[in-house]
């Protein structure tokens, strides 16, 4: 059992208080959902409105809302309230082609930062702790969501943005940075900015903890961090079209991220059929708000693939858990008709000490055939060394992914801090395959 005091009185709520909570909310969403255009059209097409919803296995009544009909009705489609209550809008980046507007009220922003701040608190983050926000500010969810849930906790929040790597480690020195919230790739590009620096990281800095999110990363990543880094890095899990981050938050046990089940509602499907899947089954994760006023989203296909961890996590909080993300159904790509995710090739290079900080797939053509090359660093000690371990290294990663992946690429050794970094997500693949 955790020894940390609960945030507020749904954090260790039971598993019977949170199915009623949820049933109650889902009547409430559905009638809130209902006064939009879309769902307005949706419902009285179907006959559906919150007398339909008597158990939570009537949320299968329900139609799957995806990305194309947010598409479809922007940017107002989706709207719930009178424009008059919006008091802010995200926009997401677009990076998958389709862009959506989220808006939220006074409350859905204050219901935000509640759920970030019992995120944080419950990692350890109180009162006075320095926090260093250093994801990007703007339509971007990562940097506002995260800067009120730690504002709120009372948290002294230092609002750098992304970027500016030297006075990230001058700001964490000087003002004694306890806790960081960063995006996974940056936070391993910043250990070239480290070495640079003359700066140990374990010995120099008074951080406690980070928060990594944003983008997939493996477990191995994950352990990269934490030895170099020398603090633990609880992974954060959130969308625009939810709110943003805090939507799914690893406790101290690291096994999965709670799925905060008082303001959602999870599913896990098939995102071939769209059916619901079997408890435990990896599939794509759909998603329900329960307590958004200006754009509620029933049953919206995330495209994130993972699956609900089985049991009771020892933390004894009974919001389920979620495995780590793998990656959307979109990032998979389909090299020689075999499906391949880039957190496939993550897992198989982070596993090797040899391998540097930052890798990247390309996709293009030899001839009529696809070809799949990996561009990897390797550590500067590596780089520096004898080449016939480098051809050593270069057969065994190329060895190691052919058993991942079932398809045998080009590997490609470089110099370390050669592979352009992003201040924002990170992209893994570059497909050049058309034209
Ligand atoms: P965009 O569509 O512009 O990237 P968002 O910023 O809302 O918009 O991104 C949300 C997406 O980021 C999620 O759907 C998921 O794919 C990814 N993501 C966020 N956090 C994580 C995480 N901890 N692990 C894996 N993927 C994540
Ligand atoms: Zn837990």
New binding site residues.
Partial sequence: MTTAPPYDDLEFASPEALRALQLERLRATVAQAGRSAHYGQVFAERGLGPDSVESLADLQRFPLTTKQDLRDSYPYGFLAVPKGEVVRMHH?????GLAAAVFHTAGDVEQWAHLVARCLHMVGLRKGDVFQNMMSYGL???GLGLHYGAEKLGAFVIPTGAGQSHRQIEFMRIFETAAIHIIPSYALALLGTFEEMGVNPRRDLFLRFAVG?????TEGTRQRLRDAWGIPFY???????MQ??GVAFECPEQQGLHLWEDSYIGEIIDPDTGDPLEEGAEGELVLTSLTREAMPLIRYR???VTSFLPGVCPCGRAHRRLA??Q??TDDMFIIRGVNVFPMQIERVLMSMPEVGTNYLIVLDREGYADRLTVKVEVTPRMFRGEVDELLALQERIAHALREETLVRPRVELVEPGTIPTREG?AVRVLDERRE
């Fill in positions: 997401s980046s677009g990076t998958t971007f969810t990562g999110g944003a983008e997939p990363y992974n954060c899990y959130g969308l625009s079209e943003g981050p995330t495209r994130d780590r993300i990656g959307r997500k």
